[in-house]
């Protein structure tokens, strides 16, 4: 009924080229975003912030990331954990040497860095496909999970090997350390995972989106028909690396304050960001938003159920999350390996010819 | 001698025995490869388990006791047997190929025709769901594996390199049957592929699913076949590696390991699995003793991925595999 297209006259090409063409979704839009950045910073409280919406909007920006990579470019990457660790490192290094810089500087240089270093690793795409790919950019994980363990430059020689991160501000709000109030880290992350993924969109539906799916349809096909594979699948990487480090900046700054890199950023990490742009769908950026919020959900609901209803046993439950996160990825992948964002769609194409289906 | 040189021919030598256990697993990866395009990510996963459920059988332990008693308020734990490691194996290998059969029926069957790359992401799946199970059937906690395997420093060795250079060497015994089980495994293998009906079947399949089809072999049959001795070669590199360092999580890991091994001996090529782990046996331990202590030491655990990936860049399809063709 109210869900179409009919009725809503396009009469300039930049409403005809505008990312929500359907009335109904541009108001829905509109009104998450308000939501977002008008109601919940004011009623959200350090539970709620830390257990449920910073990881989702941190794993969010990784999983849109991942999903350039993947999903649009095809090129399959273990490396995740990895490189979220170069962002970490690369933000706590310009914390502490640039104290009085701003925040949102020290972010987007970090994530300017991991590009780099993805780009690095990206090189022998060129002549590693498919899963001989996905083994070689093990390299990159192990590597550089070692390298900041070992090279205590990278640390500040501080004695537990740990990086801390130190109290820094946005314009005179704290959004690091421990004083940082829940409101601010939301706002800071929730700005940043507004910049991705519209960028991410836009990028995608633009010429160099195409080139990226071209390569990934067939990168053979795409060569002959003129697409450049060395600048198609180094900017998927850089893209990707982009993103990936501001979310392990964000991840280790803003988020968990502390961390020891083996742990926070190991292969399961690369697996997990992995999953979310599976489950959520491959090639979608709504896809990554619906993985990254069912797989920060499902430990903390299946906790409340295991641990808090039902009373068992909190290793029982964990055991327990690794069977059901298992079962529903090959569930995802023999039902709908195009993830929950095909639901979406199909059930918008549902909406689209109700209540008259012929 | 030089001293040095004596070290690094004993480094050298353990290397290789670590390359064999290598091998051990990435052989199970090439025979599900073969047969069915199946890149199949659970293969440590599998050792895991089955090394879990051998403890467990030969222990007497009951399945899923500490589910049970935290849902039934119950007290069981043991049946209060202790088989004979034998008696175990023969019930583990059951178990594997019922496994064999599940992931066929509900799994496998459903995904024919998928390309690779979802198949690789169903077997990660895979892996996670049985990491999850194994540890509810038979708790997580480190167990002690020991199936009479002899371990220990091989004394023989140690005193003839004595005499010869002036300086024993420490050889485990466990690795030396490790390189002799290992040896008889493929050589097994290879009369089973070559001389029996469902070998070669196997290996028609492995060359072409419709062929192999229209001339009435089963594929159904096969995969469970193929996912059965996949099991099996589990549970061998799972008994090595247990007896070695206990049954726990990390032992799924060296399936992270086995990755690089592949790709240098090309996924297709049983030998190339073999020289593949050694290659990265050997150089991962001469490069710790080399330069390790330069750079910080614990190379082992990115050396051998930074190998293979320098060596694809020279030759994608790896030492043995077959050579990529692509075309539009």
């Given amino acids: 009924?109210?869900?179409?297209?009919?009725?809503?006259?396009?009469?300039?090409?930049?409403?005809?080229?505008?990312?929500?063409?359907?009335?109904?979704?541009?108001?829905?839009?509109?009104?998450?975003?308000?939501?977002?950045?008008?109601?919940?910073?004011?009623?959200?409280?350090?539970?709620?912030?830390?257990?449920?919406?910073?990881?989702?909007?941190?794993?969010?920006?990784?999983?849109?990331?991942?999903?350039?990579?993947?999903?649009?470019?095809?090129?399959?990457?273990?490396g995740t954990g990895g490189f979220m660790a170069v962002g970490a490192y690369a933000c706590y290094k310009l914390m502490t040497a640039f104290p009085e810089v701003s925040m949102i500087v020290h972010v987007l240089l970090s994530g300017g860095i991991t590009a780099i270093v993805c780009v690095a690793f990206g090189l022998p795409s060129l002549r590693i496909k498919g899963f001989y790919l996905a083994v070689a950019t093990l390299a990159a994980q192990f590597f550089l999970v070692w390298l900041f363990n070992r090279v205590p430059w990278f640390y500040n020689y501080s004695a537990s090997g740990q990086?801390?991160?130190?109290?820094?501000?946005?314009?005179?709000?704290?959004?690091?350390?421990?004083?940082?109030?829940?409101?601010?880290?939301?706002?800071?992350?929730?700005?940043?995972?507004?910049?991705?993924?519209?960028?991410?969109?836009?990028?995608?539906?633009?010429?160099?989106?195409?080139?990226?799916?071209?390569?990934?349809?067939?990168?053979?096909?795409?060569?002959?028909?003129?697409?450049?594979?060395?600048?198609?699948?180094?900017?998927?990487?850089?893209?990707?690396?982009?993103?990936?480090?501001?979310?392990?900046?964000?991840?280790?700054?803003?988020?968990?304050?502390?961390?020891?890199?083996?742990?926070?950023?190991?292969?399961?990490?690369?697996?997990?960001?992995?999953?979310?742009?599976?489950?959520?769908?491959?090639?979608?950026?709504?896809?990554?938003?619906?993985?990254?919020?069912?797989?920060?959900l499902l430990p903390v609901v299946l906790k409340v159920l295991g641990v808090d209803v039902l009373g068992w046993p909190t290793d029982i439950v964990a055991h327990f999350q690794l069977v059901i996160v298992g079962a529903l990825i090959v569930f995802f992948l023999i039902v709908e390996p195009h993830g929950l964002a095909q639901l979406w769609r199909v059930a918008k194409e549902k909406l689209r010819l109700w209540p008259f289906p012929h | 001698m030089p001293e040095q040189l004596v070290f690094a021919m004993e480094v050298t030598l353990n290397g290789l025995m670590a390359g064999v256990l290598y091998a051990l697993v990435a052989l199970g990866f090439v025979l599900i490869y073969k047969a069915s395009g199946i890149f199949n990510y659970a293969q440590g996963v599998m050792a895991l388990f089955a090394a879990m459920t051998l403890v467990g059988i030969m222990n007497g332990q009951v399945p899923f006791s500490h589910l049970i008693n935290a849902i039934l308020g119950t007290e069981i734990h043991h049946f209060g047997w202790h088989l004979p490691g034998i008696v175990g194996i023969i019930l583990t290998v059951a178990v594997m190929v019922l496994f064999a059969w599940m992931v066929q029926q509900f799994v496998m069957r459903h995904l024919v025709g998928q390309e690779p790359i979802i198949l690789f992401m169903a077997t990660i799946g895979l892996a996670y769901f049985l990491e999850g199970v194994s540890d509810l059937?038979?708790?997580?906690?480190?167990?002690?594996?020991?199936?009479?395997?002899?371990?220990?420093?091989?004394?023989?060795?140690?005193?003839?390199?004595?005499?010869?250079?002036?300086?024993?060497?420490?050889?485990?015994?466990?690795?030396?049957?490790?390189?002799?089980?290992?040896?008889?495994?493929?050589?097994?293998?290879?009369?089973?592929?070559?001389?029996?009906?469902?070998?070669?079947?196997?290996?028609?399949?492995?060359?072409?699913?419709?062929?192999?089809?229209?001339?009435?072999?089963?594929?159904?049959?096969?995969?469970?076949?193929?996912?059965?001795?996949?099991?099996?070669?589990?549970?061998?590199?799972?008994?090595?590696?247990?007896?070695?360092?206990?049954?726990?999580?990390?032992?799924?890991?060296?399936?992270?390991?086995?990755?690089?091994?592949?790709?240098?001996?090309?996924?297709?090529?049983?030998p190339g699995a073999i020289v593949g782990g050694l290659i990265i046996g050997v150089g991962e331990k001469l490069f710790e003793f080399a330069i390790g202590p330069m750079v910080g030491g614990a190379t082992e655990n990115w050396f051998a991925y930074v190998l293979a990936l320098l060596f694809l860049v020279f030759r994608p399809q790896g030492l043995f595999g077959e050579k990529i063709i692509e075309r539009v």
């Fill in chain 1, 1 to 78: 009924m109210f869900y179409r297209e009919a009725g809503d006259f396009k009469v300039s090409y930049q409403q005809d080229s505008q990312t929500f063409p359907i009335k109904f979704d541009r108001y829905r839009y509109y009104a998450v975003m308000a939501f977002a950045f008008l109601v919940i910073p004011f009623v959200i409280n350090d539970y709620w912030a830390n257990a449920i919406l910073l990881p989702f909007l941190i794993y969010a920006i990784a999983a849109i990331g991942l999903n350039i990579l993947v999903g649009y470019c095809g090129q399959v990457s273990l």
């Fill in chain 1, 163 to 296: 990086i801390n991160a130190p109290e820094r501000d946005v314009f005179g709000i704290i959004v690091t350390g421990p004083n940082a109030s829940a409101w601010a880290t939301y706002t800071f992350c929730l700005i940043f995972l507004t910049f991705c993924a519209l960028v991410a969109r836009n990028l995608t539906r633009g010429t160099i989106g195409r080139t990226w799916m071209a390569i990934r349809d067939m990168d053979i096909a795409a060569e002959i028909i003129g697409v450049n594979p060395l600048k198609a699948k180094l900017t998927a990487f850089a893209v990707s690396g982009f993103f990936i480090g501001i979310s392990g900046a964000l991840f280790f700054a803003v988020y968990l304050g502390a961390v020891e890199v083996g742990e926070a950023f190991g292969i399961t990490k690369s697996f997990l960001v992995l999953f979310m742009v599976i489950i959520g769908g491959l090639g979608s950026i709504f896809g990554s938003f619906a993985g990254a919020a069912f797989l920060v």
């Fill in chain 2, 137 to 270: 059937m038979w708790g997580s906690e480190i167990k002690k594996l020991d199936v009479g395997l002899p371990q220990g420093i091989n004394l023989l060795i140690d005193e003839t390199t004595f005499n010869i250079f002036g300086y024993g060497f420490f050889i485990d015994n466990l690795d030396i049957v490790a390189t002799v089980i290992a040896a008889l495994l493929v050589a097994s293998l290879v009369i089973f592929s070559q001389y029996t009906k469902q070998g070669r079947a196997m290996r028609a399949v492995a060359d072409d699913h419709q062929a192999a089809l229209s001339v009435g072999i089963s594929l159904n049959f096969i995969w469970v076949l193929v996912w059965s001795v996949a099991g099996f070669v589990a549970l061998v590199a799972g008994i090595m590696w247990g007896t070695k360092s206990g049954v726990q999580f990390s032992l799924s890991l060296i399936a992270l390991k086995a990755l690089p091994v592949l790709m240098l001996g090309g996924f297709t090529s049983i």
